[in-house]
T-cell receptor
Framework: DAGVIQSPRHEVTEMGQEVTLRCKPI?????LFWYRQTMMRGLELLIY????????DSGMPEDRFSAKMPNASFSTLKIQPSEPRDSAVYFC???????????????FGPGTRLLVL | KNEVEQSPQNLTAQEGEFITINCSYS?????LHWLQQHPGGGIVSLFM???GKKKHGRLIATINIQEKHSSLHITASHPRDSAVYIC????????????FGQGTRLTINP
């Protein structure tokens, strides 16, 4: 398996523009997570899905952020409008059901490094 | 106060030394994860613990649920172990949300 795939790997945009980050989880995984990493706050969970349904979005900073998972193999994280304080590395991760092989180990994608000017 | 605290924040050691990184948490958990973030930024899950001890190669992770404390040990450290090590806890049994420590930056000099 190719692992978790994220695109783009790097994104530079101007304040006010819409940004869309994409993630393809590992095939067969039931959970998908979006994280943000900054120097100041470290890693933070933004939202996670179980079987394409959002379960916990309490980490989504504000209404400018939205996430969707239209099917088991694709998710997007959208920021509209973007602001300089959104500059961070955004990671997507996926995991299988508890009790299955690999269990609750989360497999991380390579991340998208976002810079908002 | 953060729910998950790691110490030290930074650690520099010589090749071959025994390394210990600590993680304390203040909430009830169902599991604790240790992650490794490489200098290039990639994150790899090392261990998931709910009790006792786990070993993988030169890495050993222990957890004491009563004391709300976990340690990650590296024996015979090597420069390739240089990375940021992150502790994360799963708060509620059945839920998958992780809360992360700030990480420990480990540098092993040859």
């Amino acid at each position: 398996d190719a692992g978790v795939i994220q695109s783009p790997r790097h994104e530079v945009t101007e304040m006010g523009q819409e940004v869309t980050l994409r993630c393809k989880p590992i095939s067969g995984h039931d959970y998908l997570f979006w994280y943000r990493q900054t120097m100041m706050r470290g890693l933070e969970l933004l939202i996670y899905f179980n079987n394409n349904v959002p379960i916990d979005d309490s980490g989504m900073p504000e209404d400018r952020f939205s996430a969707k998972m239209p099917n088991a193999s694709f998710s997007t994280l959208k920021i509209q409008p973007s602001e300089p304080r959104d500059s961070a590395v955004y990671f997507c991760a996926s995991s299988a059901l508890p009790g299955q092989g690999g269990g609750e180990t989360q497999y991380f994608g390579p991340g998208t490094r976002l810079l908002v000017l | 106060k953060n729910e998950v605290e790691q110490s030290p924040q930074n650690l520099t050691a010589q090749e071959g030394e025994f390394i210990t990184i600590n993680c304390s948490y203040s909430v009830g958990i169902s599991a604790l994860h240790w992650l490794q973030q490489h200098p290039g930024g990639g994150i790899v899950s090392l261990f998931m613990l709910s009790s006792g001890k786990k070993k993988h190669g030169r890495l050993i992770a222990t957890i004491n649920i009563q004391e709300k404390h976990s340690s990650l040990h590296i024996t015979a450290s090597h420069p390739r172990d240089s990375a940021v090590y992150i502790c994360a806890v799963r708060l509620i049994q059945g839920a998958q949300k992780l809360v992360f420590g700030q990480g420990t930056r480990l540098t092993i000099n040859p």
